[in-house]
């Protein structure tokens, strides 16, 4: 895998990988400035929770589970001193459909984590992960309602 | 840090971090396609080297150093079986500017790697990550010519 970034000005650069799409990356984001993109360590985090969740949609779709919304929140802690690492992350699983198999979404996360998500992986030996699910069955209102709730702890971390 | 991706299609995913811009994911990219975007590893990577190059520009800046142009590269090799971590990364800082000070540059990278970059303190965890750079000075006439190329390897790995 190949990529560069390339300084623009200030501390803005844009980010230029294998798939072709240029990812601008700002130390300091902000919106309000006309040329500005996510921090490096935003991105990390939100890498961490984009790898995880690919496996675990592609697997459920494969099993054919109906979920009609899916989404992973992150929650992680940096240390108050440079160089500011992550000390430890918390993913959330969110998912909403109709009568989803819990053994199924823990199956998906398990897989995932153990075997699939180079990220996970990689960043897991660095600082502790905590993974968490949340399911919502939509009723025919369309109203959600929570019916499961849990944790997934890795063997390989046990 | 709290951010969030969501399901959007297929592999596809809206990541949200605090800086509130969108960065989409996507397992399979493809510039091709509407909906698509970079993926998690590739964004990892894109990361490491927008990380050290915003530590090493600010540095250089400080230090009123008359860099015209910045780069770095990045090389990274995966596994070839699941979960296709990182097993090796280059970087490869690239400078062009006007009699750039070689002592300045390489202390850029020093105090980067060796203090400030949270990317790459937690990935040279996982892999061994070599450093490189080389200089350009910019001739009245516009063309670049290399002045110093060398690595930098830090203390703590050595």
Redesign the interface.
């Known amino acids: 895998?190949?990529?560069?970034?390339?300084?623009k000005e200030e501390?803005l650069?844009d980010?230029?990988?294998?798939?072709?799409?240029v990812?601008?990356?700002?130390?300091n984001?902000?919106?309000e400035k006309t040329n500005?993109?996510?921090?490096?360590?935003?991105?990390?985090?939100?890498?961490?929770?984009?790898?995880t969740?690919?496996d675990v949609?592609?697997i459920l779709q494969k099993k054919r589970e109906k979920?009609s919304?899916?989404?992973?929140?992150?929650?992680?802690?940096?240390t108050a001193e440079?160089?500011?690492?992550?000390t430890h992350a918390a993913l959330e699983y969110i998912f909403s459909g109709q009568a989803l198999s819990e053994d199924a979404i823990v199956r998906s996360i398990e897989l995932s984590v153990e075997?699939?998500?180079?990220?996970?992986?990689?960043?897991a030996?660095?600082?502790p992960i905590d993974l968490r699910y949340t399911i919502f069955e939509i009723e025919d209102s369309g109203a959600p309602r929570v019916v499961a709730q849990g944790t997934y702890t890795p063997h390989g971390l046990e």
């Open positions: 895998m190949d990529g560069s970034v390339v300084w501390m650069f980010g230029l990988g294998k798939s072709g799409f990812v601008p990356l700002d130390a984001p902000s919106k500005s993109g996510p921090s490096p360590m935003e991105l990390v985090a939100l890498s961490l929770a984009a790898c969740a690919m949609i592609s979920v919304a899916f989404e992973v929140k992150i929650h992680a802690d940096r440079y160089p500011k690492v992550f075997k699939y998500c180079p990220v996970y992986t990689m960043l030996q660095v600082f």
